[in-house]
């Protein structure tokens, strides 16, 4: 174990999207399987205070955390990996940053100084960085930087990055560089100078990279290691390949393969072990080898960013890794969905989860897919959105409610069976003013959820402002939908299932979020189950017939 925090700094070259957050995760992992408590956290460089009033095809996913903060998904990668709930000091944004400098300069903190990057930007920076390794919980803190080393946007950080290196003293922080070497076809060979640029880049920051890890299509030979550690200034063995995988979960290993941990820890002056992966090998093993398949459709509007679901279908890769099933998703956009073509797009399947999300796009064919999946069988998931769809389906198809809607899509409907939360009415800011974070929930006895969770109170993770109303109740349980999950406190809805279907469960919290690849999720784990129940069942209704 370190007696003092050590920092790791990965910062990124010449593109974005490299892989940083799967890069910071893996090593994060083989150091926390040699025994070093090791957390991660993103300094993100755009102005938003956080990402949750971001389109999805603009940043991917909203994470959410236990303690309600909306962050960026790379802490979902952190979370899966290393199965330890990040917070709200694990995702910095550039926002927050001079939010909490300029409200500190109106309080007259700084005494009537001139306020500036430097040192009064780069010291909140600084003690961001800090708060997570001054807490005493951790031996390690790898700080990812967002962005590209030569961003504007990114100057601040990386400066702060020169100075925190340089205040800790030696063998207490070090920089990882990840940049591209890229194939050239037409040449046939790998190219060193954007690696070369970036780096050199770097260094007119005052920031010299300790380790390059290099991501590539190819090996890379040994010669062309030792030129690039030449022209960076960094030893061979500092020079690290990463390799394109099958999965994203192949990267721990592919690390370790390439020494990536010993360097780090030979750097820090930290004692070096076999990390113990035995349950992380586990799951690759399942996961590679199913013995079986099924098709899941996840219905959303966002379906064009696979980034905009990231959780939800790393979820399914858990899952399916405990059920020995590989679970193939067909993406479905909702607002191409109607009546006309919903028995084409949805009969196949052997499940279908209706996704979160926000606003009145795409309603209608959430709603259809829901008739169709509820009439004909078909084990259904509903989160967040797609629950409040589940209960307005049901409201106008069984109840005869024709015009139920959430208030949210029509403000003026005569039975708003969604309705925003009382909370929400008098809100008028949008970011971080959402039910979020964790809350507790208290199961019925012999529901479908109690027999998933195999206990009677359960927390999970809600981002939403629209909630089941509860006026309606007993008129759609009388119906046959049952709310079988309540908050203790407010008791607001927030499960409901149908007893009579197979296998038929909405859910106004995100459980995706808490899916790890040590604990896959309960609710993600049975879903997979009841769709490969559904497969065999209709592959032998098929083979029956056939006869």
């Known amino acids: 174990m370190a007696t003092k925090t050590k920092y790791i700094f990965v910062t990124g070259g010449v593109t974005s999207s490299l892989g940083k957050g799967i890069i910071a995760a893996s090593l994060a992992k083989l150091l926390q399987a040699q025994g070093y408590r090791t957390t991660i956290q993103k300094l993100d460089p755009y102005i938003n205070v956080d990402p949750g009033t971001l389109n999805p095809y603009e940043h991917g996913e909203c994470y959410v955390t236990d303690d309600g903060a909306e962050t960026d998904l790379d802490l979902g990668h952190y979370e899966r990996f290393l199965n330890v709930p990040t917070s709200q000091a694990n995702n910095v944004t550039t926002g927050r940053i001079y939010q909490s400098v300029i409200e500190k300069e109106r309080r007259g903190e700084f005494l009537g100084k001139t306020v500036q990057v430097i040192p009064h930007i780069t010291d909140e920076i600084k003690h961001r960085i800090q708060l997570l390794g001054n807490s005493g919980e951790y031996d390690i803190v790898i700080t990812e930087i967002g962005g590209t080393v030569g961003d504007i946007e990114s100057l601040p950080y990386v400066e702060t990055v020169r100075q925190l290196k340089w205040e800790l003293g030696e063998n207490n922080a070090l920089v990882i560089h990840l940049t591209l070497v890229p194939y050239l076809s037409a040449a046939g060979e790998l190219k060193t100078k954007p690696t070369q640029h970036s780096v050199k880049t770097l260094m007119e920051s005052g920031v010299q990279a300790d380790i390059l890890v290099c991501r590539t299509e190819h090996e890379l030979p040994t010669d062309l290691r030792e030129k690039l550690a ?318």
Not at 309 to 317: G, N, T, V
Not at 327 to 349: F, Q, T
Not at 354 to 371: C, L, M, N, S, T
Not at 455 to 483: L, P
């Open 230 to 547: 030449r022209f960076c200034n960094v030893t061979p063995e500092s020079v690290i390949q990463s390799i394109d995988a099958s999965t994203i979960y192949d990267v721990p290993n592919l690390m370790l393969d390439e020494g990536l941990d010993k360097i780090v820890l030979k750097k820090l002056a930290l004692e070096s072990n076999t990390p113990n992966l035995e349950r992380w090998n586990a799951f690759l093993k399942l996961h590679k080898n199913p013995k079986s398949e099924v098709t899941i459709g996840l219905i959303g509007k966002y379906v064009e960013l696979q980034d905009s679901y990231k959780s939800i279908l790393e979820a399914f890769i858990h899952a399916g890794a405990e059920n020995e099933v590989k679970v193939n998703i067909e993406s479905i956009h909702s607002e191409y969905l109607n009546e006309d073509n919903i028995k084409l797009k949805l009969s196949h399947l052997d499940g279908v989860l209706v996704a979160p999300g926000f606003g009145e796009r795409g309603i209608e064919g959430k709603i259809d897919a829901v008739k169709y999946v509820r009439e004909n069988n078909i084990p259904f998931l509903g989160i967040c959105l797609g629950m409040q769809m589940a209960v307005i389906e049901y409201s106008r198809n069984v109840l005869g409610l024709k015009d139920a809607n959430s208030t949210e899509m029509d403000a003026d409907t005569k039975n708003p069976v969604i309705d925003l939360m009382e909370a929400q009415k008098t809100i008028t800011d949008k970011g971080g003013t959402m039910r979020l974070g964790a809350w507790d929930c208290e199961l019925l006895e012999d529901s479908i959820v109690k027999g998933v969770y195999n206990n009677k109170t359960i927390e999970e993770r809600h981002r939403h402002r629209y909630e089941f109303n509860s006026d309606y109740k007993s008129q759609i349980e009388n119906a046959g939908m049952i709310a079988t999950g309540l908050n203790p406190e407010t008791k607001l809805v927030e499960i409901v299932e149908i007893p009579s279907h197979p296998w038929f469960v909405g859910v106004q919290y995100h459980p995706e979020y808490k899916s790890t690849v040590a604990n896959p999720h309960p609710l993600f784990v049975a879903f997979v189950k009841a769709a490969s129940k559904h497969n065999k069942n209709v592959k032998g209704a098929t083979m029956a017939q056939n006869k």
